[in-house]
């Protein structure tokens, strides 16, 4: 075979197997608790209302 032929071969192998693992990575993630809000609706707005006046100020 040609080295083209070898090389996209190879490169095809490589992105299919990237696509896979990512997938993989997605489907089996877990989510992450939010450290922030403490499990309060209050909190979390009271914490996003004070990133936005420290961000316009």
Do not use: D, Q, Y
Not at 18 to 45: D, E, F, R, Y
């Amino acid at each position: 075979m040609k080295f083209e032929t070898l090389f996209l071969r190879g490169l095809f192998g490589v992105c299919a197997l990237l696509c896979g693992l990512t997938l993989i990575a997605m489907i089996t993630a877990k989510p992450v608790p939010n450290a922030t809000t403490s499990g309060h609706a209050v909190a979390a707005i009271s914490a996003s209302a004070n990133a936005n006046a420290r961000t316009v100020g």
